[in-house]
């Protein structure tokens, strides 16, 4: 049976209005609840406190001389993937759209409370508490940019590259609980990798073929199918690269 009402859950990225018009036009899309992003400062206090001044200034010098430049250099190659996978990037409507400053927050709880969902899409949001996952009779479902249990955090696909382990270099469906990224899986997938692509374009691979796998996912749950699946994998967490790690890694393997 169609599930009657489907609400995004989602950070403010590039990334989330392909998310929204991918499910308006297979299914539909009730609300869409973007959460804010963290403020610079409130991020790096925290992410120091868990890696460490040292890490974190490497994390900083790589987003500011190596991803950002990269992305811009990429987009051309980023919209050829867009084409390729008819992914559509247009404005997400504003009546449509409720801003919260935390996924966690009361007002996120009230607005899922009153949209009463049957499934929840989460993108790119901070780790959602036990309150939220449990303030609903929804089932929550995660597109993770790697392959889980062993790319959990970030960068899955680069970190699997880097690690000569292309055969989970990918993307994940899975259920959400209250750890990260570590639901039971419904669905995962290799992507493609080119010669063209790199750190800046991983990600958008990862997304149209997550799309891809989210579909069935949804149609499965719709036939009141839930397969889980079960790999043998070790877990680990990952965080960005640092500007020297991956500047070894290129020099070393040629991972871009």
């Known amino acids: 049976m169609p599930f009657k009402r489907i609400v995004l859950l989602a950070g403010k990225w590039d990334t989330t209005p392909i998310v929204y018009h991918f499910l ?23 992410r120091i406190k868990k890696l460490g001044w040292f890490n974190v200034a490497g994390q900083v010098l790589f987003q500011l001389t190596i991803a950002k430049p ?57 780790i959602i508490s036990k309150k939220i996952l449990q303030g609903t009779n929804a089932t929550f479902i995660n597109i993770h940019a790697g392959i889980t249990p062993r790319y959990r955090g970030s960068h899955g696909a680069y970190w ?15 259920l959400v609980d209250p750890g990260i990224d570590t639901g039971n ?15 800046a374009t991983y990600p958008y691979l990862q997304l149209a073929e997550g799309l891809n796998l989210l579909h069935q996912v949804i149609t499965e749950l719709e036939k009141g199918r839930k397969s889980v699946i079960k790999n043998d994998l070790d877990s680990a967490l990952w965080h960005h690269p640092t500007l020297w790690g991956y500047l070894w890694t290129l020099l070393t393997k040629g991972v871009r």
Request: charged content about 25%.
């Open 185 to 199: 899986v419904l669905a995962q997938a290799v992507i493609p990798i080119s010669a063209k692509d790199n750190f």
């Open 70 to 126: 990269l992305l811009k250099f990429s987009r051309k190659r980023v919209e050829e993937i867009k084409r390729a996978y008819q992914l559509k990037d247009g404005p997400i409507p504003q009546n449509t759209i409720e801003s919260v400053s935390s996924i966690n927050d009361i007002r996120s709880l009230q607005l899922l409370t009153s949209c009463n969902p049957d499934l929840v899409i989460v993108h790119g949001t901070k």
């Open 24 to 46: 308006q036009k297979n299914f539909h899309v009730d609300k869409v609840i973007i959460e804010n992003a963290v403020p610079r400062k409130e991020f790096l206090k925290k």
């Open 160 to 174: 699997a590259l880097a690690n000569n382990d292309k055969d989970n270099c990918g993307v994940t469906i899975h």
